[in-house]
């Protein structure tokens, strides 16, 4: 469903080397019917002329905020007041770090400093840069004060290495901003996502862990929010930065996991992504323990299993939903886990070396009572948005 139509749409555009797609990003708004009006950063009109963009908006841009007639008519606030919603990008590490900080240098600066209306960012760059503690810094100063930032994708960029910091996809960017105007049709309702890996403590040195890195539980958070659910994340140990508009709890063993799912609940939702160890040390070594032969033993027990403790817990969730991860007979262990975890739904996810936890794809089948459907390989993103559809749909049907 088109929520873009007639939506005054301001798109600042900052100087990097996915300006071109900027071009791609206003057609695409253009066919949803936007209303769209663009600023160019100074830096910008350095790979792609300001002409280029007046041809396709059939308009003035906006670029100088000291020209005559743009400070005769204070340019920069009626930009800011006017639009709906503004969208950088890309937004270089430059420009994130301006607007981090509260600078104000140039006709962009000042636009996003003088609006209070929703700012979205989609930040491009080397992956080194993105990885940058100053640039992370930045990121969460962003998110702190109500900025949503679109994670870049992994992938070839143009300095010629392969890693994250490749501008999102246009059409996800263009679904995102749909998503943020659309109805909010999970308002009012509570839901609880975990994520990541667990980690069980052998001594204060070793642990039992896994190789998740939680992108398909931070995803499935951030849809959630997107439709309008309060969420709460929470996160084992990961390389990601947690979403917007969602409260993120760290912890790391599967006790932990438990008492902070118990502590957030009454809730509508719970959603058990995390990939919690099966087995943790009985007795936790104070002391790093040594090699004593060529061959050693430990002493484990089951863990937690946070899961089946929620479905059956008194304040139970009305929708409780499961992830199996398997390398083998799939559908069989999963269908398995359904009937013993006593959730509402079970996600059974294939892991292999082109897909699962060490990918930006998932390969899963949709588990219910009474059915099962199998969904084709897709980006984890996507995954996240299928499942929070049938959310919707669960609540719209739900009955007391």
Known sequence: MNFLKDKKILLIVTGGIACYKALDLIRRLQDKKSNVECVLTSNAQEFVKVITFESLLGKKISSNLFSL?????????????????IL????????????????????????????????IVAPAMNTNMWENKAVKNNINNLKKIGVTVLSPQSGKLACRTKGKGKLMD????????NLFFSEKKL??????????????????????????????????????????????LISGP?????????????????????????????ADIYISVAAISDWKARNISKN???????????????SEDVLKSISTHKKRPKLVVGFSAETENLLSNSKKKFQSKKCDWMIANKITNAYGFKSEKNKVF???????????????RIVARKLVKKIVSFFK????
């Open 69 to 85: 007639d743009q400070e005769k008519n204070m340019n920069h606030i009626k930009l800011a007041n006017n639009a709906e919603i």
């Open 88 to 119: 950088v990008a890309p937004c270089t590490a430059n420009f994130i770090s301006k607007i981090s900080n509260g600078v104000a240098d140039d006709l962009a600066t000042n636009v996003m400093l003088a609006s209070n209306k929703p700012k």
């Open 170 to 177: 246009v059409d996800m960017i263009v679904e995102n901003l």
């Open 187 to 232: 308002q009012g309702k509570n839901a609880i996502v975990t994520a990541g890996p667990s980690i069980e403590k052998i001594d204060p040195i070793r642990f039992i862990g896994n190789f998740s890195s939680g992108l398909q539980g931070y995803e499935i958070a951030e849809a959630l929010s997107f439709f309008g659910a309060k969420t709460t």
């Open 238 to 266: 990961t390389k990601l930065m947690p979403p917007s508009n969602v409260e993120f709890i760290s912890v790391e063993s599967s006790d932990e996991f438990l008492q902070k799912s118990v502590e957030k609940l009454p």
């Open 288 to 302: 790093k323990l040594k090699k004593k032969s060529t061959s050693t033993s430990f002493d484990f027990k089951l």
């Open 366 to 380: 949709f588990i219910e009572k009474n059915n099962i459907e199998e969904w084709k390989i897709m980006t984890k």
């Open 397 to 400: 049907n739900y009955k007391l």
